[in-house]
């Protein structure tokens, strides 16, 4: 009798797994492990803008700007996380629209999978995540343009920049669209984050103007000591933002967070020489700027390139941006005032590049996308940096243009004298008294 019930328990068991829906359910069922992962890496991740990203930016201005510049940080969050929300991820990830966006499926964040395709995490998971790349990324391009816009211009642009720029590019690349068709690697950026922030940062820069006494009568930044703190939450939060890249605890979000600080710590160094032999003396807001360019240029490799690619790569950010940097300043007397484009722009574009290299299995990486060899990639690489690069020009051009038409885009020289602080938020950072 008990092997009868043993038999047809075994038998019922059997029968029950090899039911379609039996079987779906079990493959799809999420990870508790990644899911509490990637929700970490979230935090981590909106920990760079807030904050990181405003400390780091903060001390690199004067006193009287300081609070301006958190200020961006803090109400670009805000704007771009009900953007996100509303409309902003069905229209970068669902996949029911075209090559080139993607359907209102999904606004105000509904009808969301119980998992987000192969990523095996549940979509509300998926799209918190990408929520805080899309509040990093339009917050990067205020290091462009401080201490001179109107508060209107930055609230205006950072919402319609997003919208015609970043959401489209995101589903190119990410979302399923034209560009991941044709075998395109960023693994956390270089080309969605770094290129389309880069590109728009050149732009309002040499549209808006340089500061009054570029390039000749500059103070300096107003407190290093605030800059490094904010450049180590920014490697910290790296972490996340490379690492939760991986949509998993494995070991592909081990590797990329080994090599997210191999490379950071080689540019540091190098950018530290390279100052130490220009100018003299290593100072602290070129280590931590270098220690920014190894994070930018190598998070579009992150997830392929193994340890010795890393550091290669971050030895090439190193000199190249800080090259970019000077170049951009003394020669070309473009005020990019916190170098957005020469660290963040010519990095992702540097890292997107190097991956169709460093990504060669025979050099410790994964291997690059199928059917292709390196130089196949490397000329659908540099396809996608050109294409982006383009569009984020030309649109943040015109974005710009229209908002000139409605509003002004600088303070008054007088205002700029006072200090945004004072003249756009009646507030000071310290107590002069």
Known sequence: MNRIVTAAASGLALLFALLPG???????????GNIAWVLTASALVLFMTLPGLALFYGGLVRARNVLSV???????????????????????????GSALLGSLDKAFLAHLAATKGATMLPEGVFALFQM???????????GAFPERVEFRFVVLFSTVWLVIVYLPVAHWVWGGGFLAARGVIDFAGGIVVHTTAGVAALVTALMLGARRGFPNHLTPPHNPT?????????WFGWFGFNGGSALAADA????????????????????????????GKPTS??????????????????????????????????PVCYAATVTMKQRWKIDDTLDVFAVHGVGGMLGSLLVAIFA???????????NMDWRQQLAVQAMAVALVALWSGLATFGIVKLIG???ALRVTEEQEDEGLDLASHGERAYDYT
């Open 405 to 407: 038409l409605a509003t």
């Open 70 to 96: 958190l200020m961006h940080c803090f109400v670009i969050c805000c704007i771009a996380s009900l953007i996100w929300a509303v409309f902003g991820y069905s229209l970068a990830f669902d996949d029911g």
């Open 360 to 370: 060669l299995p025979a050099l410790g990486g994964t291997g690059l996308a199928d």
């Open 252 to 279: 592909t979000a081990a590797s990329a967070i080994i090599a997210t600080h191999l490379s950071a710590a080689t540019a540091a160094l190098a950018w530290m020489a390279l100052e130490w032999i220009r100018q």
């Open 22 to 32: 039996a079987a779906r359910a079990a493959e799809i069922a999420p990870s508790s």
């Open 132 to 142: 805080t790349f899309a509040i990093i990324t339009p917050a990067l391009i205020v």
């Open 226 to 234: 605030m800059t490094m703190v904010g450049g180590g939450m920014l």
């Open 285 to 318: 807001i070129g280590i931590v700027t270098g220690s920014v360019a190894g994070l930018a240029t190598v998070t579009p490799a992150a997830g392929f390139v193994g340890p010795l690619g890393a550091i290669v790569i971050g030895l090439c950010a190193g």
